[in-house]
């Protein structure tokens, strides 16, 4: 495509916008947004395409409208992304409003959308897009029309209001990690931020989530007076941070972020998240509770993280600089790999078979270091035997402390880990024949485990070996002594 055709195909794509930039119906002017930005010339704005480069021409064209100020010579953040062997490039886009109380104004309020979505595929010869109308042209859309009401209302302001349209979210929040990591605002001066992330289904949801909204002192009191005002109901709160979208970056370092959502009630990741399917009337009434709701934090005398925030912090000097892993986490697991039965006065082992187990686990973080994780699986077990197979149904109970070798924050981790298990046997099978645990086999069983895993946010992955220390025999069979031996694959995800 040349320069010359770029202009006019802008042109003529943007063209109708004139119009609805002059509506006083926010409604119509969302609705305009969206519809440009989860357009099918947009190719659902994939990183480091030509779609995304056509969002980003609209956004920095709204942002200068609006009478936003760059910080810097532009409104652009560069930054690159590993993408296989290749490094591909990306963009925040970046814009502020000074601050009109002179002893606040130094002190920032980040108001974020991230605006890449998921691209698009070929199928059967057919492109396929991921228009991204909720996730998440909605926010970038509120985040626009929030850039507008603030620019024209500046003396009702007291902090800088910091407006960042973050690129590469989809691919693991490098947009926002990056705008925090390349400190293109102080962290240290940034006292609040809020992600607009899929805004766009109010009525279908019955709420608006404020999750992060207690990570601020007083906040979730004064989220809650407006939303009744406003006639919003406000669902998930709190002071966790959420993971999962642009808050993360922000309050893994010690910044109240709260995340803004409606749920994921729209088409979440799939072609049919398009324009036509969101709440406009919604979106209006969000904007305006988040244009009242960031006056008013602009303009209160101090804006300060929450006891309970900080609690799971770590405070250096007296500020919060990090978030701490919460000192109690569950989820489901799952084990997957084989067993078998170890002779032990024997010159042979039985054969290996599949073995399975799927429970709950806990973790309490006792330390930087050390981290207690007991689970509760239903495990399926057993060994090949030479006449048939033996199978057990199984109760394990394993109970292992982990110890840190490397952290990153609170969002990785990689450990070695050992402790026991006791199993309690209900069930199986010798061949065609039920197990008998009244006079042959024992019920109960003590062993240990040791391993290795990996956790990356939510996300745990591991190595298991467990060894019975006990037999599987009530007495010792002619065989002597017979002890179960596994390894297994385990993932598991924390809630």
Request: no cysteine.
């Amino acid at each position: 495509m040349t320069k010359l055709f770029q202009v006019f195909f802008l042109l003529f794509l943007f063209a109708p916008f004139n119009f609805f930039a002059q509506t006083t119906d926010i409604a119509d002017a969302l609705k305009e947004h969206v519809r440009l930005l989860a357009s099918p010339e947009m190719e659902g704005r994939g990183l480091g395409t030509a779609g995304i480069e056509l969002a980003r021409e609209y956004i920095i064209d709204e942002f200068e409208a609006a009478g936003l100020e760059p910080i810097g010579e532009s409104f652009l953040h560069p930054f690159q992304i590993r993408v296989g062997l290749a490094w591909v490039p990306a963009y925040n886009i970046v814009g502020k409003i000074q601050g009109n109380n002179l002893d606040l104004r130094d002190e920032v309020i980040v108001i974020g959308a991230h605006y890449d979505h998921m691209g698009y595929v070929i199928r059967a010869g057919e492109k396929v897009i991921y228009h991204g109308a909720d996730d998440n042209a909605s926010g970038t859309a509120t985040l626009i029309e929030l850039a507008k009401y603030f620019s024209a209302n500046r003396d009702q302001i007291g902090r800088t209001i910091v407006f960042a349209a973050f690129d590469a979210e989809e691919s693991g929040l490098h947009g926002a990690r990056r705008f925090v990591g390349d400190s293109i605002v102080n962290p240290a001066d940034i006292k609040l931020m809020f992600s607009l992330d899929m805004v766009g289904m109010l009525e279908e949801y019955g709420g608006l989530d404020m999750k992060g909204i207690g990570a601020l002192d007083g906040g979730e009191e004064i989220a809650a007076r407006i939303a009744g005002e406003k006639d919003i109901r406000i669902k998930a709160r709190g002071h966790q941070i959420e993971r999962r979208t642009d808050t993360w970056p922000f309050g893994s370092v010690g910044i109240p972020a709260i995340h803004v959502f409606t749920g994921l009630t729209s088409p979440y990741h799939q072609p049919e998240d398009t324009y036509d399917l969101l709440d406009y009337d919604g979106m209006s009434s969000v904007k305006k509770y988040m244009a009242k709701l960031v006056t008013e934090y602009s303009n209160l005398p101090q804006l300060q993280p929450s006891s309970s925030f900080v609690a799971a912090a770590r405070v250096v000097d007296g500020q919060v600089v990090e978030l701490r892993r919460p000192f109690f986490n569950y989820g489901i697991i799952s084990h997957t790999g084989s067993g078998h039965h170890k002779y032990r006065d024997e010159f042979f082992d039985a054969n290996a078979v599949f073995n399975f187990g799927i429970g709950l686990f806990a973790q309490f973080h006792l330390s930087d270091k050390f981290t207690l994780q007991p689970e509760v699986l239903f495990d399926l077990n057993g060994s090949k035997w030479v006449e048939d197979n033996f199978r057990r149904q199984s109760l394990t109970a394993p109970l292992n402390i982990q110890y840190n070798l490397f952290s990153e924050g609170t969002e990785a981790r990689v450990f070695v880990l050992g402790g026991p298990y006791f199993r309690y046997n209900f069930g199986g099978k010798q061949g065609g024949i039920s197990i008998d645990y009244d006079d042959e086999f024992s019920e109960t069983e003590w062993g240990y485990n040791i391993g290795f895993g990996l956790e990356i946010s939510r996300f745990h992955f591991g190595f298991t070996t467990r060894r019975a220390l006990t037999d599987i025999y009530q007495n010792e069979s002619a065989s002597g002594e017979i002890r179960d031996a596994s390894a297994y694959f385990t993932f598991g995800l924390k809630f």
